[in-house]
């Protein structure tokens, strides 16, 4: 296995310049701006805040109009803060302090957890790897693994330091298996369709998987050069994020990113791709990023609700379809939609970088022409 440069170990190593891998594109570098700033305006749009409080309440109207409020926010956003969502604050606690202590280990301790992208064991430690010619890299590492069915999961590959990380997680992600359903319940009933309807079309109990990412985000020396998570959107049906109450979040939204605030005891909750795809985009899966800063480290701990990679074959569900709005997804199973999401991007790359490559040419060109005509005026 090749060894790779933790962004914890470099950033604890004193660096006052960060390495030029870390470093955005200069045409992204316009729009990132001190995190702590953007936190407080209170001007332009905002993520909105949606109460599940009467998610399932047995009075029709309060329900529906519980209901019609995530729909908006789906529709509008494909992002929300869920408050009264039923998860135990406690357990989400218990879930946030056992995740921090993993990562307080020594990055020695956590390399024993290590994940192998090369030989596909994909749960684990990690980094991102260099995928591309420029090698971009992003200030994160995180931890990897699937939670949820039980008979999925590998418990040998989590960490058994704390000792509490096993049950809290488990017990948090059963909660969640929970929510999911309330939210594809009301989701389909958003849409007009059976409540059953979208987490069927999803796996359903059986096959829908819950994978947990925590992100670790070093406090990084140049906050202004760097992401810590690139612009994109979230291949699930759904994502279910914690975080340590230190803003990060970027959402791209009416042509500008926008910065999450920090609601107590929420779950930021994003659509991902396959509902945007089943729903045939009326529900949004939203562009958005993850900004770095230079005081405090950042965790945030997603849960992906993913269908499973070959089974199904996603496209938009057939009462989405019709003359006045056709199909605007081709079918596809997860696993080629994430090829497909890939390729395009390497395709994006291999555009940006020749665009950079001809740029480089033409400031030498320039470059010489000015030299040639300094010399001239040597000359004369
Ligand atoms: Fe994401």
Not at 104 to 125: F, H, M, P, R, S
Not at 260 to 265: E, I, L, Q, T
Request: charged share 30%; hydrophobic share 35%; glycine share 6%.
């Amino acid at each position: 296995m090749v060894a790779v440069e933790r962004v914890e170990s470099l950033a604890n190593s004193g660096i006052i310049s960060i390495p030029k891998e870390y470093i955005r594109p200069k045409e992204e570098l316009e729009s990132i701006n001190d995190v702590f700033l953007e936190e407080k305006k209170e001007d332009g749009p905002q993520v909105p805040t949606i109460d599940l409080q009467d998610i399932e309440s047995e009075d029709q109207i309060i329900r529906e109009k519980c209901i019609e409020e995530l729909k908006k926010a789906a529709l509008d956003w494909g992002v929300m803060h869920l408050i009264n969502h039923g998860i135990p604050v406690e357990l989400m606690e218990r879930v946030k302090k056992t995740g921090e202590e993993f990562f307080g280990l020594d990055v020695e301790e956590k390399e024993k957890y290590a994940n192998d992208q090369a030989t596909g064991k994909i749960q684990g430690y990690g980094s991102k790897l260099a995928n591309n010619a420029s090698g971009q890299l992003e200030w994160e590492d995180y931890f990897f693994h699937l939670v949820y069915p039980e008979d999925k999961r590998d418990l040998s590959l989590w960490p058994k330091t704390p000792t509490d990380y096993i049950e809290a997680t488990s017990e948090y992600a059963k909660c969640l298996r929970l929510l999911a359903t309330k939210v594809f319940k009301a989701l389909s009933i958003g849409l007009g369709l059976e409540p059953d309807r979208l987490e069927k079309e999803v796996g359903g109990l059986e096959e829908l998987l819950l994978q947990m990412k925590i992100n670790y985000y070093p406090k990084c020396p140049q906050p202004e050069l760097a992401l810590g998570v690139e612009a994109h959107t979230d291949v699930s049906a759904l994502t279910f994020i914690l975080h340590n109450m230190v803003p990060g979040l970027q959402l791209f939204y009416g042509g500008k990113w926008i910065t999450a605030k920090c609601v107590p005891d929420s779950i930021v909750m994003h659509i991902g791709d396959t509902l945007e795809i089943l729903s045939n985009g009326k529900y949004k899966s939203i562009l958005h990023r993850g900004l770095v800063n230079k005081e405090k480290v950042r965790i945030s701990w997603a849960v992906f609700c993913e269908p499973p990679k070959e089974k199904i074959v996603l496209k938009p569900l057939p009462e989405m379809v019709s003359v006045e709005s056709p199909a605007k997804f081709p079918p596809r199973t997860f696993a080629q939609h994430l090829a497909h999401k890939l390729f395009r991007k390497e395709q994006e790359e291999l555009v940006s970088e020749k665009k950079e490559q001809e740029e480089l040419v033409t400031e030498k060109k320039e470059q010489e022409v000015l030299v040639t005509e300094k010399k001239d005026q040597v000359c004369v």
